[in-house]
């Protein structure tokens, strides 16, 4: 016997309706931040040096935050800088990127925008061409924070 459309209606109106609620995102510590680090230079000591983060202490929003990180380097085939590694210390995730360059670069500096999430460290690392690492750290102070998501 086919179903009458009261009798949909009556169906539907006593499902009951589940919702859904997503975690809030979880924020990165100081100890994801010291892994994510160690993931990529190993035990290899990291000097402070050398490196130069050009970024605002005191951002307003945190959507886009403009960043420029440049190493004192001659990039020349002998000397150069093969990677610079940024990280953030209370992002979602604490890698922000990767970017890898080679003497053909002409010079060892990247620039682009970030999304910071709150007020944080963010932690520049360079590795050179003869092994070692070289870091710069900035305080960042963020008004309005981005990479959140709120549950309501």
């Known amino acids: 016997m086919p179903t009458t459309r009261r009798q949909f209606l009556t169906l539907a109106g006593s499902v009951t309706v589940i919702p859904i609620v997503t975690p809030r995102s979880v924020e990165a510590t100081p100890a994801m931040l010291n892994t994510a680090i160690r993931n990529i230079v190993g ?45 953030n210390e209370k992002n979602p995730q604490p890698n922000i990127g990767h970017f890898y360059l080679s003497p053909s670069s002409g010079r060892a500096q990247i620039s682009t925008r970030i999304r910071l999430a709150d007020t944080q460290k963010v932690v520049a690392i360079a590795r ?10 900035a305080d960042i102070v963020v008004t309005l924070a981005a990479c959140t998501e709120e549950v309501n």
């Open 128 to 137: 050179l061409s003869d092994g070692s690492f070289w870091q710069v750290t």
């Open 43 to 87: 035990e290899a000591p990291i000097r402070t040096g050398k490196v130069k983060l050009d970024i605002p202490p005191l951002v307003e929003n945190g959507n886009t935050v403009p960043m420029t990180v440049s190493v004192a380097s001659p990039m020349t085939a002998d000397d150069y800088v093969k990677s610079i590694h940024v990280f």
